[in-house]
């Protein structure tokens, strides 16, 4: 099973991993499948509307980092048990209104909920890709980077027998997982 060879609690890029596949797992094993894609968020307050759009947070979310921790721990764990969680958040925005530092914050939100969920014997994995521009990219092979908006990328010649790309259909969950009922049950 792929989530056996992920430690439980864990913010990662997402390297090798697809969110299918990470899907499927979660959905093997029970736990919410929280999928996002940020694809066209360019500030934080863009950011946190896909996500709470994503992840179904109530009206009344506060669209601040503390809130979306807030969404994501304490308010989920009155409600209930709760069996585990995967969350994707693919193409985190990069360049001047969501710089590195606002990145950084966002990941530490899913940290700090990563925390939380550890004391109470919880998984919460989190796996995330970033979209970079070109040059702030140089150098760094550590991260699932892709292009974004950079005039310097030149198209590369594709063979017709090459790998072709997985277009991304995935719906933003895959469990009963609404944070608004959720709440209401809290």
Known sequence: MLLQSVRPNIVQAIRAYR???????ANAAGQHFLYTNLKGART?????????????????????LDALYDCMTDLVHKSGPQPGFVVVLELIPG?????RES??????AFRDAADFWSERKVPF????????SGKE???????????QNDATVKPVKVSK???????????????VF??????AAA
């Open 95 to 99: 360049g001047t209104e969501f710089d």
């Open 178 to 183: 609404d944070t608004g009922a959720l709440l």
């Open 44 to 64: 934080k307050q863009d950011v946190l509307d896909v996500i709470a759009r994503d992840f179904l947070f109530p009206d009344h979310f506060g669209k601040n």
């Open 161 to 175: 027998n090459a790998v072709q790309p997985i277009v991304m259909n995935l719906p933003p969950m895959s469990s």
């Open 125 to 132: 994995r989190v796996f995330y890709s970033m979209a970079l």
């Open 137 to 147: 990219s140089a150098g760094n092979w550590d991260k699932a980077d892709v292009a």
């Open 19 to 25: 969110p299918e596949d990470l899907q499927q797992a």
């Open 103 to 108: 990145r950084e914050q966002l990941l530490d």
